[in-house]
Antibody, heavy 122, light 111 residues
Framework: EVQLVESGGGLVQPGGSLRLSCAVS????????MTWVRQAPGKGLEWVAN????????YYGDSVKGRFTISRDNAKNSLYLQMNSLRAEDTAVYYC???????????????WGRGTLVTVSS | QSVLTQPPSVSGAPGQRVTISCTGS?????????VHWYQQLPGTAPKLLIY???NRPSGVPDRFSGSKSGTSASLAVTGLQAEDEADYYC???????????FGGGTKLTVL
């Protein structure tokens, strides 16, 4: 059974840091690009970051560039998101998802975890 | 303000047909990049519904169909059922932003 299970969310103060994890099972993790997508309460989806199979390429949305770092450990079938300098507007459910390459630049997301809630508040 | 524009809500009676539009620009859909659609049932994670404008993953009913023309795309749902009540999101690639972009989402209500 395919599973993507996020963890690490919680309450953090503005300016603080948090590290999210996504444990994957049921498919060959090392063969796929992976992504983080977030959803603020009552709002729509926002792409956060992508990472290539071997971690050699990483791409970020403008709103998190320079503050968030995506990484992976293929030996542990795990995806990570290190979030620094957190702001109130980073409050969201964070989903990890499997990426399917559709053309040179295009991507879509075919498998999703259930998400983990990050709340940035004092 | 989302890069891709969707109507906030649409509705229809059971058995009817509804369409959800997704309007972009020359930096994304109009540049030739394909559109993908996701369904998010209340309280759950998004689920891939349509990829590459018109393709349905295994298990998605053929009541759902997609199309694309110019700078816009559409999702059609025929034979509306109560379980179709959900939020629907379009997604594409934007060359100006060098990344994936989503529409703001459309809430489908089955009357």
């Amino acid at each position: 059974e395919v599973q993507l299970v996020e963890s690490g969310g919680g309450l953090v103060q503005p300016g603080g840091s948090l590290r999210l994890s996504c444990a994957v099972s049921g498919f060959t993790f090392s063969s796929y690009w992976m992504t983080w997508v977030r959803q603020a309460p009552g709002k729509g989806l926002e792409w956060v970051a992508n990472i290539k199979q071997d971690g050699s390429e990483k791409y970020y949305g403008d709103s998190v560039k320079g503050r968030f770092t995506i990484s992976r450990d293929n030996a542990k079938n795990s995806l990570y998101l290190q979030m620094n300098s957190l702001r109130a507007e980073d409050t969201a459910v964070y989903y990890c998802a499997r990426v399917v390459r559709w053309g040179v630049l295009e991507r879509y997301f075919d498998l999703w975890g259930r998400g983990t809630l990050v709340t940035v508040s004092s | 303000q989302s890069v891709l524009t969707q109507p906030p809500s649409v509705s229809g009676a059971p058995g009817q047909r509804v369409t959800i539009s997704c309007t972009g620009s020359s930096s994304n859909i109009g540049a030739g990049y394909d559109v993908h659609w996701y369904q998010q049932l209340p309280g759950t994670a998004p689920k891939l519904l349509i990829y590459g404008n018109i393709n349905r993953p295994s298990g998605v009913p053929d009541r759902f169909s997609g199309s694309k023309s110019g700078t816009s795309a559409s999702l059609a749902v025929t034979g509306l059922q109560a379980e179709d009540e959900a939020d629907y999101y379009c997604q594409s690639y934007d060359r100006g932003l060098s990344g994936s972009v989503f529409g703001g989402g459309t809430k489908l209500t089955v009357l």
